[in-house]
Nanobody, 124 residues
Framework: QVQLVESGGGLVQAGGSLRLSCAAS????????MGWFRQAPGKERDVVAA????????YYADSVKGRFTISRDNAKNTVYLQMNSLTPEDTAVYYC?????????????????WGQGTQVTVSS
């Protein structure tokens, strides 16, 4: 079992930046694949970025490539999402999730534990 708590969301103008953090507690953080997902009103929850247990493999959705960066600090049990050049289309609730060993980075259904989410709103 792992508990996840996101932070860092908020209101930002288009073109601005935000850094999301997700602190994990419970079982060994380094044993989990970690991902960031987002869900806008009326839309499905989609993967934004994901990172393997060691950090050696990364996945980004096409819509965020070149703008978002996922990273993790296994010593601090934390995963981050640096978001730059934000647009109103990035407005959503952002969720952190953890998947056990073997989880596919981009497969939402492979993630077992979820945080409560943090709202990101980008104004035009």
């Amino acid at each position: 079992q792992v508990q996840l708590v996101e932070s860092g969301g908020g209101l930002v103008q288009a073109g601005g930046s935000l850094r999301l953090s997700c602190a994990a507690s419970g079982r060994t953080f380094s044993g989990y694949v970690m991902g960031w997902f987002r869900q806008a009103p009326g839309k499905e929850r989609d993967v934004v970025a994901a990172i393997s247990r060691s950090g050696g493999s990364l996945y980004y959705a096409d819509s965020v490539k070149g703008r978002f960066t996922i990273s993790r600090d296994n010593a601090k049990n934390t995963v981050y999402l640096q978001m730059n050049s934000l647009t109103p289309e990035d407005t959503a609730v952002y969720y952190c999730a953890a998947g056990i060993s073997g989880a596919r980075l981009s497969a939402t259904q492979d993630y077992d534990y979820w945080g409560q989410g943090t709202q990101v709103t980008v104004s035009s």
